[in-house]
């Protein structure tokens, strides 16, 4: 049983940090205001009775550019209104009067034929009526913990946070509404403790778990818990979610949609004399790859028979301790391929859209470094009709699946040809690049999808305005990449027009060895790839984190590469690349 610390009617951070009051506050007069900006405000009084300005801007992880504004207050429409956009200021103060009343998820037919026949074009910033789940918990950490309780609080949400021992007095734990303490730092006894959190939902009164990514969030066995719980889970069916998470199983489901697949093994392969049959009819070099999970854990290549045996037995073994299953299965391995994914948005009645094209090429270990949106391939309309093909793969991948809420469709591009990956059943760590560049807040939709509301935005109304890219900060050494954990004694993100860093963790804070070394993600919106990218230089030369080793220097030797900026990427990118 957790540890309940319930704060009613006052936010956490109110009563745990003792923050200034609102007349203090010179971020509520703030228009253009960054996503640390936000989350570092010291305005402690309820969302719903802040000032216009920060009301319109709590939560939002976009900005809509316009000209050199950087971000606007844009997006969500403050609470009390009903199906309008806030897109200045003024109206937000002016909107933001009244209250909204929480409903039971007994509501979530209500809601759902409440959004049927709405204007196909009001959603496309996730406008909020009222909220339609009264609390709740987030089962995560960090600096999607933080994300998704702004997004939630705006939509007027009670936010239940939960936590781990090493994380304690973290951000997220002191800016939700309540909390619950899981357990020790492990992982396993904390965040990835399905009795604990169902416990903390159940102590709570909570209606809806959200899992943000990382943990628990593909784990369809813990959807599964929480729906035969009586909770909603804000995430795909769990249905959906089992025959994702069976690579092999996924790629014989997205085969049979005709989507384009990766030469590989018809699925498992269950032993070394198998796996080599099945090499000699692929062709080396060969990839051997988990079954049971994804994120690039338990990949190895073959380059010849001879090395075969050797990967098949590091992949199995890597595959058994992360998932705990050893099942690998085979694909041909590209020497210098690019990674593009797709984003798709679904709800529970079959209306599916894409949300474009993010690049993610850039990598250390099958690890994602660098994203954006969009894709170098294709700026000035290049490539066109290869974009448009993917674009109708990764829907076909998805219905294939039986999939709704955020999810996105990973595909190898090589040679003028794209093969399919895998489908996440979740939201990704880079999601910022798209929401900063499309206008569309995910989580916002998320929720709304998971309360049984129509996705009321057509695929023509899903444009791209900018170019935004995302930069990962991690507590490790830019130069041998060895964990780098401690206290932070100096962290001091950077501001300016077009930027954007969510964090999750504060000045003082300490960086534990329990968890993913990521302390911060960096995006930065220009009206094209090279603003962005001269924004980036700048903010990273800002940035400034003293304590620890971060790999800022390793980011700012990318955006100077001279095959960075010609858009010249490959997942093989940092072996040849910026340098130390």
Not at 145 to 169: C, F, K, L
Not at 494 to 515: F, H, K, L, N, S
């Amino acid at each position: 049983m957790g540890t309940l610390e319930a704060h009613e009617g006052r936010p956490a951070a109110q009563v745990r940090s003792g923050r200034k009051p609102l007349q203090q506050c010179h971020h509520a007069e703030q228009v253009l205001v960054s996503e640390q900006q936000i989350a570092s405000s010291a305005c402690t009084l309820p969302a719903e009775e802040r000032p216009g300005r920060m009301q319109a801007a709590k939560g939002l992880a976009v900005g809509s550019q316009k000209g050199s504004d950087g971000f606007l207050v844009r997006g969500e429409a403050p609470l009390g209104t009903e199906d309008r956009e806030v897109d200045h200021p003024d109206l937000a103060t002016r909107a933001s009067s009244s209250r909204l009343q929480g409903q039971s998820p007994k509501a979530i037919e209500v809601n759902r034929a409440r959004s049927k026949g709405a204007n196909p074009t009001r959603g496309l910033h996730a406008s909020v009526r009222r909220p339609m789940f009264r609390r709740l918990l987030i089962a995560n950490r960090g600096e999607i913990a933080r994300r998704i309780n702004r997004v939630a609080q705006q939509m007027g949400m009670e936010t239940i946070a939960v936590y781990s021992d090493a994380d304690a007095t973290s951000p997220h734990v002191r800016e939700a509404s309540r909390s619950v303490r899981l357990g020790p730092a492990p992982a396993k006894e904390s965040y990835l403790n399905t009795e604990a959190l169902l416990a903390a939902a159940r102590e709570t009164g909570a209606e809806a778990v959200h899992p943000g990514y990382g943990f628990v969030s593909e784990s369809a066995d813990f959807a599964r818990a929480c729906t035969d719980a009586g909770f909603v889970f804000v995430g795909p069916p769990p249905e959906a979610m089992a025959r994702m998470k069976d690579k092999a199983r996924a790629r014989v489901l997205a085969g049979e949609a005709g989507v384009p697949l990766v030469p590989g093994s018809a699925g498992v392969v269950g032993d070394v004399a198998q796996a080599a049959v099945e090499a000699e009819r692929i062709g080396y070099p060969i990839l051997v790859k988990a079954a049971g999970g994804g994120g690039g854990i338990g990949m190895a290549v073959a380059n010849t028979a001879a090395e075969l045996e050797k990967a098949f037995r590091q992949s199995a073994d890597r595959a058994k301790a992360a998932f705990g299953r050893e099942g690998v299965y085979l694909e041909s391995y590209f020497p210098s391929p690019r990674h593009i994914e797709v984003q798709v948005l679904g709800d529970r009645d079959g209306h599916l859209i894409h949300v474009l094209e993010r690049e993610c090429s850039i990598q250390r270990r099958h690890q994602k470094v660098v994203e954006e949106a969009g894709s170098p391939l294709f700026l000035g309309g290049k490539e066109a009709g290869l974009l448009a093909e993917m674009e109708k793969a990764a829907l076909a991948a998805a219905r294939a699946f039986g999939y709704a809420n955020a999810g996105t469709v990973e595909f190898l591009v090589s040679d003028g040809a794209f093969y399919f990956i895998e489908m996440n059943a979740r939201l990704q760590v880079e999601h910022p690049v798209t929401e900063a560049t499309t206008g569309l807040d995910l989580i916002a939709w998320q929720l709304r999808i998971a309360a049984g509301e129509t996705l009321d935005v057509r695929q023509e109304a899903v444009r791209r305005t900018g170019h935004a890219l995302e930069f990962r900060i991690y507590a490790e050494d830019p130069v041998r990449f060895l964990p780098s954990p401690g206290r932070l004694a100096v962290f001091q993100p950077p501001g300016g027009e077009g930027v954007r860093v969510d964090a999750g963790y504060a000045e003082g804070d300490v960086v534990t060895p329990y968890y993913d070394p990521m302390i911060a993600k960096l995006i930065v919106v220009g009206k094209d790839r090279q603003e962005a990218i001269h924004r980036a230089d700048r903010a990273l030369s800002d940035f400034r984190v003293e304590g620890i080793k971060t790999n800022i220097p390793l980011h700012q030797r990318i955006v100077r590469d001279a095959a960075f900026q010609a858009g010249a990427l490959d997942t093989h990118f940092l072996d040849k690349h910026a340098k130390a």
